[in-house]
Nanobody, 122 residues
Framework: QVQLVESGGGLVQPGGSLRLSCAASGSIFSINAMGWYRQAPGKQRELVAIITREGSINYADSVKARFTISRDNAKNTVYLQMNSLKPEDTAVYYC????????????????WGQGTQVTVSS
């Protein structure tokens, strides 16, 4: 079994900052991409940022220059530093990871966290 556990969401005023964390645990052989998606009420889930094991990064245009994704491969953890937050960043943020499991056969699967609420409001 593999689990992704997120932390760090909450309520913040416009212009403020939050840091999200997501730790993967369980029967893990390797982790390829890790990242963050978000879903606002009435909208589809969208990519926020994603980082490969080698460090290649992609950001949604709406968060470039404000959000920074990073990961600690030794801890199987991905982070999202969110600065200059705007009300339109309000959403449930989901952690994503492409994980090759430790059990045989070692197939790669997509795993999701439970989601953490980020609310940007004055």
């Amino acid at each position: 079994q593999v689990q992704l556990v997120e932390s760090g969401g909450g309520l913040v005023q416009p212009g403020g900052s939050l840091r999200l964390s997501c730790a993967a645990s369980g029967s893990i052989f390797s982790i390829n991409a890790m990242g963050w998606y978000r879903q606002a009420p009435g909208k589809q889930r969208e990519l926020v940022a994603i980082i490969t094991r080698e460090g290649s990064i992609n950001y949604a245009d709406s968060v470039k220059a404000r959000f920074t994704i990073s990961r600690d491969n030794a801890k199987n953890t991905v982070y999202l530093q969110m600065n200059s937050l705007k009300p339109e960043d309000t959403a449930v943020y989901y952690c994503y990871a492409a994980i090759t499991t430790g059990a045989w056969p070692r197939n790669e699967y997509a795993y999701w966290g439970q989601g953490t609420q980020v609310t940007v409001s004055s």
